[in-house]
Structure formats: C-alpha cells, structure tokens
C-alpha cells in the first residue's frame, strides 16, 4: 500500500485516538499534579430557613468562595507534586499498620481495601471464565446442528442484557426476601441475609461476573474450535488419545492465542470492576479502585469534589493495569518473534 | 390500574394544552425548571404548568446537574428546587438571584415562614418542610401494652419487647444506607447529642464523646434491624413499613402519606406518626425545607415571568388538591394525621440541618466512614478519627483548610 493511502485510511482513527484518548489522558495526568481551589474569606451571614410556625435565623461565620467581576468563582491551581498520590496511597497508615503486622488495619484504608478486592476478583473470575467459556464452547461444539443455533443463542443472553442491569437484577433475586434468598432459606432452614458480609457480596460480585464474561470467551473459543486440524485429531484417535488427551494435547495448544487474548481481555475489564459495586451497592463492605476513583468524583451536596485525588487514582488504577498485562503482552510478543 | 394512569395522564396533558385551565394567567415566555422528583415536586411542577410554556424536569440526581447547569449564561434552568443542603453550592457561585422585589410585585400570598433569607436577602422560597421522625405500629403497640418512646433507649426498650411477643422479627427499620442516608443518620444523633461538627478554621471536631454516644447508639439500633441495614435506604424502609416487616422507624416525614396508600400498604391505618426520639439536648433530628430558586442568569422578563409561574405553583389551590403529600408551608394547608409527627418534632425544638460547603464534606466523609464502626472493623474512636482525616484530606483539596 502506498504510503498515502495507508495514511489516508489510519488518519481518522489516529485523530480520534488522540481527541478522545490521548488528551484527556494528559489531560488526567496534569491534574494529578495540580491542584486547583476557590479562594474562600470568611464572611459572617445571617442565614433564616423557615421552622413549623416561625423562622428560625442563625448567624455564623462562614467560608465564602471569591466571585470576581463576572460572577465566576475565582480560583487558584497550585503544583503540588505527588501530594495527590500520597493522599491516595496514604503510607502513613500502611506504616503504622506494618509496626503492628495488622492486615485488618491494613484493610481500612481506603486504596488498599479497594486493591485487595480489584485484585482478587480479577484473578478469580480469570480461570472460571477460561473454563467455563471453553466448556460451553465445547458443548455448543458438540450439539447436533439443529440445536447449535438455540444453543449458541441461550449462552450468548447474559452478554446481551446491560452489566448495571444485569447487576441489578441479580441484586433483586438476592436482597431481603428475594426469591432465591427465600428458596436458600427454605432449603437450608435458616436465616440467610446475602448484603450483611463482606464475602457473601463478593462471591454474588464474582458469580454475576463469570456469568456475564463467560458467553464472550465462548463465542470466541467455538470460533477457534472451528478452525482445528481434524486430520490431528483423528490420527489422535488412532494413537489411542483418549477425550482429555485431545482436548489437553490438540485442542488447547491450538486455542493457545485465543486463550491469550481473552485472558488479557479479561484483565483489563475486571481490574476496573465498577458495575457491581454499583448494582449491589456493596461500598459499605466492597469498594473497588474504579468506585474509588467514581467516589472521589461526585460532587457532595454542597458542590465539593476532589478532582486531583480522583485524577490520581485513575492514574494508579491505569499503572495497575499495565503491570498486570506485561507478562501476558511478553508472552504475545516472543511468541510473535519466534513465529516468524 | 394502568388504564386509570393513562386516563389521568390524558386528563393532564389535556389540560396543559388547553392552556392556563388553572393559572391565573397566561405565560408566553419558555419557562424551565429542574428540581428532585418525589411527590411534592410533581403536584408543585403539575400546578406551574398550567400555566402553559412551562418545562419541569424531575430528577433525582438533580443536585449533579444543577450547579452547572445554573452557571451557563443564559441558565440552562429558570427555576430550581433545592433544599438546604442543596442550595449552598448554587449561592455560593452567586448563580440565583435575590428575589425581594419579585416577593413584593406577586408574593402577596407568601408568609414570611417562607422567605429564606441570607444576610437579609430573600434567595429562595420555602414550600415545605421535611424531618424524620418516629413512625410506629399503633396496633402492636396498643396490642402489647407499650408507650410511644421519646428516646431512642426507650425505641430499644420497646424493640426488645416487640421481639420477644414475636410479632415481627426485626422490629427497627432505618435509612441506614452507607453513603448519604447513614451520614445523615449519625448527624441527626450527633445534634440530639448537642455536638457541634466544626471547631475554629473550619477544623472537624467530631472525635468526643458525643461523637462516641452517636455511633454506639447507631449500633444499638442495628441489633434490631434486618441484618442488611446497610443497603436499605428510606424506600426500602418504606416497603418495610408497607409489608409489616418492621414496627418502628425514624423515617422522612415525605414517606408517611405512603403508609396509607392502599394500592401499595398492608397497615393502611396502623401506623402512626409521632415526635423524633429526643438525644439528650434536642430532638435527634434535622429539620429540612425544599423550595425554589431563581437563576442570575436570565433576562428580568424571564425572572418575572418564572417567579409568577413558581406562584401559581405553590398556590392555595394547589395544596387544597394535594394536602397530605407534604408538610406545606403555605397558606390553606390543614395540618392532618400524617403531618403530626413533624409537627410535635419542629414543637420540641428540632434544629435545621447545619448547611455549608464544608458539612458537605464531613456529610461524605461520615456516610462512607461509619460503616466500619457498624460492621465492627474498627472501635468508635479509630471509626472518628478515620473520618476526621478523610474530612481534612478532602477539606484541605477543596481549599476549606489551610
């Protein structure tokens, strides 16, 4: 292709890429650094709200932000280095923590608790999703042709319905009396609540997630399947490999890539877990780094958010990422190189 | 049912195209408000429109949207509703105007209850007011021979005898919901206890002993609600209420008209209402007011022209159609049986809800803070002490502390 064609077909993509990724990507990094503040005086205001019958007036001192001459609210943006970071990160506490060699102190801190959970549920769902994904392969695989369609349909449902509504209507089978909490209590003859603890949250968390993973990992490994050398597996047959044997010697090296892909397809999506902290409101128990970042994000009543430490947790949230893809991007790589 | 809504959704839309039906005059100039969207709000915005040209946007999330939306030149809102808490962000941005010349033009029917003023400049209009306060079974209570309790160790005390005669399993519902409703649960404690948040430069000073009753009283009260206390918000007590699952609760008074909504309730009738639990300086409680505000950024024409349509939306006629939805304030409102219990709490003194930039923070802070102390990861000292670190971090980002 001629150098300006290529050019041509990619320039778009690049514009957008660096419009709407790049950007406010650097954007996010510069407010990580910085912080910017309205310039409060203290003023002292009468303020009166009505009561039942007559009003009550209270007069105190109060910080008031600075408008200037067309009515904005004056502000000041400071360099303050990684003090956002730190503020996230809090070593202070992880140090006091460490003396006392207390992982429960360790796990009251905000970022820590949220990396412990992010970190667990990712590796969790990893190889349930691997395996169920290849298991409904298998048996979409393995169905006679007239049932492949509704098969194939029926798995693919839950990737389908939206993740927050998935989330939500997981969340309704569970809570209170829910259905399926009222049939657990039923069978097991006691008193079930699945919101009250902290592990009861992140098994549904994890349940939820593998359910609504697992049908894309299976879309994608029939798609491999698909493309198997039948002669090798026949002349498996003939050597006397047994199913396992094939699946184990065969199939899986075959799908090696495939599985590569969706591990690391994977990772990237459940180190930013979201949906389900949100769905099962499960923060009084459960954060995650992604809902750390949202938290810091949303304005509290009074209009007051904390841009640079939200700034700076997504960065970390963004590092995490990468340190969690080098090994499997290393892994594509010298398999690219020795390939070729 | 459904068939009932769609007649009564025809009937409406019927009459805001026939214009004015119940508006004393007819506005010409595109009017648009932004306000939460509970009941109140859709009887007042209902009433506006009559008036014709008028847009209500109903949203919950509207406190996201609204200091924004409010900063635009031209306002992207004529009319907004907020409440206490709410309206701190608009008036510190100088983005709603001062209101007394528009009072004195067409406020002839506004009682000086309403006029919210800062610094002796009216900057909102008061409609309602909202307060939690006690909501109790009368008929289990009558049944097994218990007084109404005034403090929260008397609401212990009556749960634990309710528990015992086995009526229901968890007799204390609670909008314990981590994040805003649990912060506003330990405040209402807090100010019942005479705490005050703030020390000098805006410093948080909840780490006392008041502070420690508060939460310790918060768990007490755990002990008798359904287990997953920290997921239930006050709809989910509500439902609570409406199932008979719970038989006491310190619920918004917004919430009381639904206990008699037969489409909905099994104790239409049983449940009463009665005074918020007294701390043990005043009520354990805050008193709450929604209104209106007006934007800075709109022609005068426009200011007029929404101020009057705001009028006619918190009319006498108005309320007549829709006494029981709220505690109104305004005039040709009879106080009924669901607005006892805000009533005897604004009589035993309850005091507003301490509404400034940096209560907004320590709002935050608690709500996502108290948690911990609740589910037992930490003791109530560490629990204070955590929050008040999480508040300076955030105060100091936001520039409140130096």
New interface residues.
């Given amino acids: 292709m001629k150098f300006r064609t290529f050019a041509a077909f990619v320039a778009p993509s690049i514009l957008m890429m660096l419009l709407f990724i790049a950007f406010p990507l650097v954007s996010v990094l510069k407010q990580s650094f910085y912080l910017t503040q309205p310039v409060y005086e203290m003023v002292e205001v009468e303020t009166c709200t009505p009561g039942f019958l007559t009003q009550t007036c209270v007069t105190e001192t109060k910080a008031q932000p600075q408008l200037d001459e067309f009515g904005k609210i004056v502000t000041t943006t400071t360099f303050v280095g990684l003090q956002s970071y730190q503020n996230v990160l809090e070593f202070g506490r992880v140090k006091a923590a460490w003396a006392k060699r207390s992982w429960s102190e360790f796990q009251t801190i905000d970022f820590w608790k949220a990396l412990r959970f992010t970190l667990t549920f990712t590796f969790i769902t990893l190889p349930l999703i691997l395996g169920m994904g290849l298991g409904i392969a298998l048996v979409i695989n393995n169905a006679t042709r007239a049932l492949r369609g509704p098969v194939i349909f029926l798995s693919l449902l839950p990737m389908i319905i939206t993740p927050v509504i998935g989330a939500l209507s997981i969340r309704w089978l569970f809570i209170g009396d829910g259905i399926l909490t009222a049939g657990l209590e039923w069978w097991l003859e006691r008193d079930i609540a699945m919101f009250a603890q902290a592990w009861t949250l992140e098994l549904m968390m994890m349940f939820y997630r593998v359910w609504h993973v697992a049908p894309f990992a299976a879309i994608i490994f029939y798609a491999g399947l698909q493309t198997v050398n039948q002669d090798s597996l026949e002349s498996a047959v003939i050597d006397g490999a047994s199913r396992w044997q094939r699946l184990r010697y065969v199939i899986v090296p075959h799908l090696m890539p495939l599985i590569v892909f969706v591990t690391l397809i994977h990772l990237m999506d459940a180190y930013r877990v979201f949906e389900e902290v949100v769905g099962f409101s499960s923060q009084a128990h459960v954060i995650s780094l992604q809902w750390l970042t949202y938290d810091f994000l949303v304005p509290d009543q009074a209009g007051n958010r904390s841009v640079s430490r939200a700034s700076a947790s997504a960065m970390l949230t963004m590092i995490g990422i990468v340190i969690l893809l080098v090994p499997v991007l290393r892994r594509t790589w010298r398999d690219h190189r020795g390939g070729h | 049912m459904k068939l009932k809504t769609m007649l009564a959704a025809g009937a409406v839309s019927l009459i805001s195209t026939g214009a004015w039906a119940g508006c004393a005059f007819e506005n010409d100039v595109p009017i648009k408000s932004l306000s939460a969207g509970f009941e109140a709000w859709k009887a007042v915005t209902d009433a506006m429109a009559e008036c014709g040209n008028v847009e209500a946007e109903l949203d919950q999330e509207f406190?996201?949207k609204q200091?924004s939306a409010f900063?635009a030149n031209p306002s992207l809102y004529h009319i907004g509703g907020v409440a206490?808490?709410?309206m701190?962000?608009l008036l510190?941005?100088?983005?709603i105007r001062p209101l007394d010349d528009l009072v004195e033009k067409y406020g002839q029917n506004l009682t000086?209850?309403?006029?919210?003023?800062?610094?002796?400049q009216t900057m909102a209009i008061?409609m309602m007011?909202n307060t939690q306060h006690l909501m109790y079974r009368e008929d289990i209570f009558s049944d097994l021979g218990l007084e109404v309790p005034t403090t929260y160790q008397e609401m212990l005390d009556a749960a634990a005898k309710i528990q015992e005669a086995g009526v229901v399993e968890y007799p204390i519902g609670g909008t314990f919901?981590?994040?805003?409703n649990?912060g506003e649960e330990f405040i209402n404690m807090y100010i019942g206890e005479g705490g005050s948040f703030f020390g000098e430069g805006?410093m948080p000073a909840i780490n006392n002993e008041q502070g420690v009753a508060s939460l310790e009283m918060l768990k007490a009260l755990t002990e008798y609600m359904?287990?997953?206390?920290?997921?239930s918000d006050s709809t989910?007590v509500q439902q609570q209420f409406q199932q008979g699952k719970i038989a006491i609760a310190n619920l918004w008074a917004s919430r009381a008209g639904a206990m008699d909504d037969e489409a909905e309730s099994q104790v239409v009738g049983k449940v009463k209402m009665a005074a918020a639990p007294m701390g043990s300086a005043a009520p354990a409680t805050t008193?709450w007011?929604d209104g209106l505000v007006f934007a800075?950024n709109m022609t005068d024409e426009e200011a007029d022209a929404a101020f009057r349509v705001a009028m006619e939306g918190i009319d006498e006629e108005m309320v007549k159609a829709n006494n029981d939805t709220a505690?109104w304030?305004i005039n040709g409102y009879e106080p009924g049986e669901v607005a006892m219990g805000?009533?005897a709490t604004?009589?035993a003194g309850a005091?507003?809800y301490p509404?400034?930039?940096?209560?907004?923070?320590m709002?935050?802070a608690l709500g996502?803070g108290v948690?911990?102390f609740?589910?037992g990861?930490?003791d109530a000292e560490?629990t204070l002490a955590?929050i008040e670190a999480e508040y300076t971090?955030?105060a100091k980002?936001?520039?409140?502390v130096q």
């Fill in positions: 406190r996201e200091p900063e206490n808490s709410t701190v962000p510190n941005a100088g983005t000086p209850n309403q006029l919210i003023k800062v610094d002796g008061a007011v919901k981590s994040g805003w649990l805006n359904d287990p997953e206390y920290l997921v989910y008193l007011w800075t505690v304030l805000a009533a604004a009589a005091l507003p509404a400034s930039g940096p209560m907004g923070i709002h935050t996502n948690a911990a609740l589910t990861d930490k560490t955590d971090t955030a980002e936001a520039g409140l």
